[in-house]
C-alpha cells in the first residue's frame, strides 16, 4: 500500500539482514513500543502494531521473497498477493508424477498397466503459513484461517458435464485412458500401450462441459476453518490438519493442510525447547539485603524472594513454570536471571554513606575478592 513504510525501514535494517538481525531488530522496537509500557498511548501502540507487521513478513522467507519482488503487493491480500497454499497447479500426488513422466513415453503409470483413469484418487495437500504471539504458542489458540482449495464443482457434481447431460465411455478405449498400438519393425511386431488421444487418458468424453468448472469438474474455492494451535507449538513447526486439503476425484480422499508455523519472538520472555528465561533487574539493595520479588511467567506472576547476598548472573529455577509440553499434561521449567543495577547518578550525600559503609565492611564480607587475592599470590610465586 501507498501509505505503508518500507518493511526493512521499520525494522531499521539492511535489505539483507539476516534472520538474527531481523529477530534482534524485532525484539528491540517490541520491548520500546509496547503497550503495557505505554499505556493510553496510541502512537506507541501504532508503531507496535507497525513492527508486528513487518517483522511477520520478513522472517517468513516466502514471504520475504514475494515482497522483495513485489512490495508491499506481493503480500497484502488486497492485491492478490496474500498467504499462497501449495497444491494448485502442481501435480497432486507421486502418481501423478509418474503417470506425466511415462505417459512422455507413451506408457502408462509404472510402464506397465495402466490404472484406471476414474478410480477414486486421493487429493493433493496444501501448504499454509500462519504466524502467531509467543504467547498463543504456549497457551494454544483457535485461529480461524482462510486458504485456497480445490473442491468439487457444485454444479455438476464433480462430473465436469453440464446440468442434464453426463460423459459418455470413450469409444475407443472403451473406459481405460490407454490403446494398445502395434508396430511392425525388423524385429518383429511390438506392442505398446499409449494414452488415448480422443479422451486425453480420462476414459470419459464429455460433449458439453459444465460452464463453471469448463469441464474440470473442480473449482478453486476461499475457504474459512477454525484451526485448533496447540499449547506447546515452536518456532518452525508444521501443524497437519487432516482431511482439510484438496477434495479427491471420483470419490477419493481429500488431501491434507499442513500450515507451517512461525512464533514471532517476546521482548521479556526467551524460550529454550520448553523452558523459558527471563532477566530480572534488582536493585544493590534488595541483593545485599534479600527482598520478594514479582517473575511474570507464561502462567501469570509468581512471588520469589531473593535471598540476602544474591550475586549478579545468579540463576534461580521455577520447576513447572515453563510452557507445556506438545501432546503432553507436564510443563517445562522457568529460570530467573538476576541482574544486580549498579546505581548512577548519586548525590554527594548518598556517595559519603556509600563511602561510610564500605569503610565499615571488612574482609569477610567479599568471599570472591578474597578468593581472587588468593589465585593473583600464586601466579605471582610461579612467576618468581
Known amino acids: ?7 526493512y525501514e521499520v525494522l531499521g535494517v539492511q535489505k539483507g539482514a539476516s534472520e538474527d538481525e531481523l529477530k534482534k531488530a524485532f525484539r528491540k522496537l517490541a520491548k520500546q513500543y509496547h503497550p503495557d509500557l505505554h499505556p493510553g498511548d496510541k502512537e506507541a501502540e501504532e508503531k507496535f502494531k507497525e513492527v508486528n507487521e513487518a517483522y511477520e513478513v520478513l522472517s517468513d522467507p516466502e514471504k520475504r521473497s514475494r515482497y522483495d519482488q513485489f512490495g508491499h503487493a506481493g503480500v497484502d491480500p488486497n492485491y492478490g498477493g496474500g498467504a499462497g497454499a501449495g497444491g494448485f497447479g502442481g ?29 477414486p484418487r486421493r487429493g493433493a495437500d496444501i501448504r499454509a503459513n500462519l504466524t502467531i504471539d509467543f504467547m498463543e504458542a504456549c497457551t494454544g489458540k ?10 468439487s464443482c457444485p454444479d455438476c457434481n464433480g462430473t465436469g458435464a453440464a446440468a442434464g447431460t453426463s460423459p ?39 460433449d458439453n462441459p459444465c460452464r463453471t468448472c469448463s469441464g474440470q469438474g473442480m473449482v478453486k474455492k476461499t475457504i474459512e476453518r477454525d484451526i485448533d494451535i496447540p499449547a506447546g507449538i515452536d518456532d518452525g513447526q508444521t501443524l497437519r490438519v487432516a482431511g482439510e486439503g484438496n477434495r ?11 500450515i507451517n508455523i512461525t512464533v514471532r519472538p517476546d521482548p521479556i520472555f526467551e524460550r529454550d525447547g520448553y523452558d523459558v528465561w527471563t532477566d530480572i533487574p534488582i536493585t544493590y539493595a534488595q541483593a545485599t539485603l534479600g527482598d520478594e520479588i514479582t517473575v511474570p511467567t507464561v502462567g501469570g506472576k509468581v512471588k520469589y524472594t531473593v535471598p540476602e547476598g544474591t550475586q549478579n548472573n545468579t540463576v534461580f529455577r521455577l520447576k513447572g ?18 541482574n544486580v543495577e549498579v546505581p548512577r547518578n548519586l548525590t554527594r550525600d548518598q556517595k559519603e554513606k556509600l563511602r561510610e559503609f564500605e569503610a565499615s565492611l571488612n574482609e569477610k564480607n567479599y568471599a570472591k575478592r578474597n578468593t581472587f587475592k588468593d589465585k593473583l599470590e600464586k601466579i605471582k610465586d610461579i612467576f618468581k
Open 1 to 7: 500500500m501507498a501509505d505503508k513504510r518500507d518493511y
Open 91 to 119: 501435480f497432486g500426488d507421486m502418481g501423478d508424477i509418474f503417470d506425466s513422466i511415462f505417459s512422455g513415453f507413451g506408457f502408462g503409470s509404472g510402464g506397465g498397466r495402466a490404472a484406471n483413469p476414474n478410480a
Open 142 to 151: 483457535k485461529v480461524k484461517m482462510k486458504y485456497p482449495r480445490s473442491e
Open 168 to 206: 459418455k465411455t470413450c469409444p475407443d478405449c472403451h473406459g481405460t485412458g490407454t490403446v494398445r498400438i502395434s508396430q511392425r519393425t525388423p524385429f518383429g511386431n511390438i506392442s505398446q500401450t499409449a494414452t488415448c488421444s480422443r479422451c486425453g487418458g480420462k476414459g470419459r468424453i464429455v
Open 248 to 258: 479427491g476425484t471420483n470419490g477419493g480422499p481429500s488431501g491434507d493442510l499442513h
Open 321 to 338: 513454570k515453563g510452557i507445556k509440553r506438545l501432546n503432553r499434561s507436564d510443563y517445562g521449567d522457568h529460570y530467573v536471571r538476576i
